[in-house]
T-cell receptor, first 115, second 118 residues
Framework: AQSVTQLGSHVSVSEGALVLLRCNYS??????LFWYVQYPNQGLQLLLK??????LVKGINGFEAEFKKSETSFHLTKPSAHMSDAAEYFCAVSSPYSSASKIIFGSGTRLSIRP | GAVVSQHPSWVICKSGTSVKIECRSL??????MFWYRQFPKQSLMLMATSNEGSKATYEQGVEKDKFLINHASLTLSTLTVTSAHPEDSSFYIC??????????????FGEGSRLTVL
């Protein structure tokens, strides 16, 4: 079975500050990992994904995440927060071994940006 | 990029009526679509996996007679909430797996449909 745990349901940072959203995964097989962003009353947009290539993954809007197998982590970072980054962020995991594999989502972290 | 569209975006209905939500992959074929339900300030809960031409696979605890899923073509899946009640009010989101991207597991999500049952 696979699962993800997002530490912190709400993170607040000042505009221009570092953004760090934490995600730890559990998987019996090498996982695929994703970060999605959701704005109010909208669907999900993929920020980035790890699919067993480079461990440091760069995504859209200046976000990046690093896959650390030893720590079973896939934390999302951005060097300098913008007001437009305020949204809900979801970490997710799936298995690469089945084309019908489900994606399991974490509980989400709401990111607030202070002026 | 791949686009998934849901319709309607918002729907309000009376208790006891049935509501159909459509999920379309606009520029790609999707053999597998997923339906999620999201309560306010919560994560997405997978309801069922919809496979083109076959019966949907429901997650434990999801009533298949309540939430009817049909995946009649490679670009359309529908979710029908039958005899809706206020507790069915929620944000429903569909996603589709890009056929060529099956190996990466990436999903593309619709905009979501907010159902309010009075």
């Amino acid at each position: 079975a696979q699962s993800v745990t997002q530490l912190g349901s709400h993170v607040s940072v000042s505009e221009g500050a570092l953004v760090l959203l934490r995600c730890n995964y559990s998987s019996s097989v090498p996982p695929y990992l994703f970060w999605y962003v959701q704005y109010p009353n909208q669907g999900l947009q993929l920020l980035l994904k790890y699919t067993s290539a480079a461990t440091l993954v760069k995504g859209i809007n200046g976000f990046e995440a690093e896959f650390k197998k030893s720590e079973t982590s896939f934390h999302l970072t951005k060097p300098s927060a913008h007001m437009s980054d305020a949204a809900e962020y979801f970490c997710a995991v799936s298995s690469p071994y089945s084309s019908a594999s489900k994606i399991i989502f974490g509980s989400g972290t709401r990111l607030s940006i202070r002026p | 990029g791949a686009v998934v569209s849901q319709h309607p975006s918002w729907v309000i209905c009376k208790s006891g009526t049935s509501v159909k939500i459509e999920c379309r992959s606009l520029d790609f074929q999707a053999t597998t679509m997923f339906w999620y339900r999201q309560f306010p300030k919560q994560s997405l809960m997978l309801m069922a996996t919809s496979n083109e031409g076959s019966k949907a696979t429901y997650e434990q605890g999801v009533e298949k007679d309540k939430f009817l899923i049909n995946h009649a073509s490679l670009t359309l899946s529908t979710l029908t909430v039958t005899s809706a009640h206020p507790e069915d009010s929620s944000f429903y989101i569909c996603s589709a797996r890009y056929l060529a991207g099956a190996g990466t597991g990436e999903l593309f999500f619709g905009e979501g449909s907010r159902l309010t049952v009075l």
